[in-house]
């Protein structure tokens, strides 16, 4: 079975939905790693005994180290669910095609630095959007800007707030971020 690593900061919705659906049937997760001590996702690892890793910001940008835990787990793939940070260099490197994230947004609308969670939704809401959606990209340096592998929309209506918009696209990301991971690993078109 293919072990992935998981990436998040946050509250984890996409992790837990990831490992319900596809964790030790599709696939296995080895790692949840996050930056965040505080994080929800912790708690969700630590229900489905998944080891979990945290990283401190100089140790992730000015070594390598996280390399070896990536070895000793086997991870042939990274998915970001929520994780802030800019993957560095050595890693996109090390993991060529095969660190991909989801964004809450119909990229490159509403994308890069600072255009995260409620930020993204707000955003569309203000510019009074009639759609907006999901973007399954492959990670590059820079922020949201890594190839596109999949995208879908959904429909805004003008009474839709923020919530709701928030709420319509992270049912697309819980229903198509599981099938894209698994056509991914076992390299079936996307
Ligand atoms: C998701 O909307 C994802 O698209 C974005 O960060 C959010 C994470 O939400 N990259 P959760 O932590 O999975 O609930």
Redesign the pocket.
Known sequence: MINIALF?S??????ATVLKKLHKKSLNVGLIVSNNPEAN?LNIAKKHEVPTLIIKKNEFYQTEKIIQNLEEYKIEWIF???FLWLIPHYLIQKYPYKIV????SLLPKYGGKGM??AKVHDAVWEHGEKETG?TIHYVNEKYDEGQIVFQTKCKLNEIDTPDIIAKK??DL?YEYYPIIIKKLISGEKV
Do not use: M
């Not at 946050?10 to 992790?15: A, F, L, Q, T």
């Not at 994230?101 to 809450?104: E, F, G, K, M, V």
């Open positions: 998040a946050g509250n984890g919705s996409n992790v996702v970001l669910a929520g994230n989801i964004h809450p995260y969670g999901i696209v992270h990301e």
